[in-house]
């Protein structure tokens, strides 16, 4: 019975060195600021680089997309007045059609 209880005050003691030491190491990596580490900076300013250049390209492609959008707006605009003015042409002589015909009918 002794030796059970030395071993567990053994493993005890143990324990608490083991939490005493991980504790004491925690609060000193809590303590390092990772900002100043070389590779920490650097990774940082490589995310920031590509951040802002996959934004320079989404805005260009989106400008890109509005400028092809714009020129097709032109483009129907210009057709429909373009088929406007024929349509417009054809009514024109089919009422000149209709008013010959209706002055050279035989009654």
Do not use: C, H, W
């Not at 002589?93 to 209706?102: I, N, Q, V």
Request: glycine content about 2%; hydrophobic content about 45%.
């Amino acid at each position: 019975m002794t030796i059970n209880s030395l071993f567990v005050l053994i493993i005890l003691f143990s324990l608490g060195g083991i939490i005493f030491i991980i504790r004491r190491k925690i609060f000193f990596l809590a303590k390092i600021d990772l900002n100043q580490m070389p590779e920490e900076v650097a990774a940082k300013t490589k995310r920031d680089l590509l951040k802002k250049r996959t934004n320079r390209q989404i805005s260009d492609f989106k400008n890109k997309i509005k400028l092809k959008i714009n020129n097709l707006k032109f483009d129907f605009q210009k057709i429909f007045k373009i088929m406007k003015s024929k349509f417009q042409k054809g009514l024109d002589f089919l009422s000149k059609l209709a008013k010959l015909l209706r002055k050279y009918r035989p009654r």
